[in-house]
């Protein structure tokens, strides 16, 4: 089972988090918008596309740090854009020198442009070169049972498996792989990508995941800000149904009120 109790906190490399929702920092109109929508998640984990987002490389462009300080928020670097193990551990190492040795990382190696689905073969490759080399990974992974506990066994500190293919909003698709991963893990699971509103993010969390990482389903919304509060509720009422275990499915009606003992009966 996932190392998380019943009633403790998140816990990723040792250090504690409140909330359960990590935030991604792209596709928003502004650095203001990224500002606000992130502070309105309540997410305390930021992801960071190195590759792709300016924290300090590009000292004339306007920094995303300006609005996500270090001081508040654990940055989580992440590989986004990166197809294969060169250029992921490249990028991991890069973030580790303009954080100041900051060893939290992200590692996801696509396997296409199309789909931007892993590449579990390189992802795995990636990961063993990662850990070897001091880094805390964060893994972002397909719904395969074996895979996830491969990338466990490998190091990981946390396996993220896909949702559903990044940015698609389809949510969970094949939750009964997520419910494998998750009854057979020792670090926690966090579904990554593919979630669309916050129906789908509870789900996750129905499911018994450690929390849910997300960036297109709060950015793309119509009001993202909004959306950003909306997903912080439900990551908390999620974790909340999860804990307190549903009723059994039945296929009959069964009265709310029992009938047993009353005048009619």
């Given at each position: 089972m996932s190392t998380q109790t019943a009633d403790s906190p998140l816990k990723i490399a040792d250090k504690i988090y409140n909330s359960r929702l990590l935030v991604g920092t792209g596709k928003y109109k502004d650095l203001e918008e990224?500002?606000?929508?992130?502070?309105?998640?309540?997410?305390?984990?930021v992801t960071v596309a190195i590759r792709r987002t300016n924290i300090g490389q590009n000292p004339d462009e306007p920094n995303l740090l300006d609005v996500i300080s270090?001081?508040?928020y654990t940055i989580l670097p992440n590989t986004a854009g990166c197809y294969n193990v060169e250029d992921a551990v490249r990028t991991c190492r890069l973030a580790r020198e303009l954080l100041d040795g900051h060893k939290l990382v992200k590692l996801e190696v696509l396997g296409d442009q199309k789909t931007l689905y892993p590449n579990v073969t390189q992802t795995l490759e990636a990961a063993e070169i990662l850990v070897k080399d001091g880094f805390d990974v964060m893994v972002y992974t397909s719904d395969d049972p074996l895979?996830?506990?491969q990338l466990e066994e490998i190091g990981c500190v946390s396996v993220m498996p896909l949702a559903a293919p990044i940015g698609s909003g389809l949510g969970v698709r094949n939750p009964y792989?997520?419910?494998e991963i998750i009854e057979n893990a020792n670090v926690p699971i966090l579904v990554d990508a593919?979630?669309?509103t916050a129906s789908d993010a509870a789900i996750a969390m129905e499911l018994g995941c450690d929390g849910v990482l997300m960036n297109t389903a709060i950015a793309a919304a119509k009001n993202p800000i909004l959306m950003a509060s909306a997903m912080r509720k439900a990551i908390e009422a999620g974790?909340?149904?999860f804990l307190a275990g549903r009723m059994p499915r039945k296929r009959?009606?069964?009265?709310s009120s029992p009938i047993d003992g009353t005048f009619f009966s």
């Amino acid at each position: 089972m996932s190392t998380q109790t019943a009633d403790s906190p998140l816990k990723i490399a040792d250090k504690i988090y409140n909330s359960r929702l990590l935030v991604g920092t792209g596709k928003y109109k502004d650095l203001e918008e990224t500002g606000q929508a992130i502070a309105a998640s309540g997410a305390e984990i930021v992801t960071v596309a190195i590759r792709r987002t300016n924290i300090g490389q590009n000292p004339d462009e306007p920094n995303l740090l300006d609005v996500i300080s270090p001081d508040k928020y654990t940055i989580l670097p992440n590989t986004a854009g990166c197809y294969n193990v060169e250029d992921a551990v490249r990028t991991c190492r890069l973030a580790r020198e303009l954080l100041d040795g900051h060893k939290l990382v992200k590692l996801e190696v696509l396997g296409d442009q199309k789909t931007l689905y892993p590449n579990v073969t390189q992802t795995l490759e990636a990961a063993e070169i990662l850990v070897k080399d001091g880094f805390d990974v964060m893994v972002y992974t397909s719904d395969d049972p074996l895979i996830a506990k491969q990338l466990e066994e490998i190091g990981c500190v946390s396996v993220m498996p896909l949702a559903a293919p990044i940015g698609s909003g389809l949510g969970v698709r094949n939750p009964y792989n997520i419910i494998e991963i998750i009854e057979n893990a020792n670090v926690p699971i966090l579904v990554d990508a593919g979630v669309g509103t916050a129906s789908d993010a509870a789900i996750a969390m129905e499911l018994g995941c450690d929390g849910v990482l997300m960036n297109t389903a709060i950015a793309a919304a119509k009001n993202p800000i909004l959306m950003a509060s909306a997903m912080r509720k439900a990551i908390e009422a999620g974790r909340e149904a999860f804990l307190a275990g549903r009723m059994p499915r039945k296929r009959y009606a069964s009265a709310s009120s029992p009938i047993d003992g009353t005048f009619f009966s």
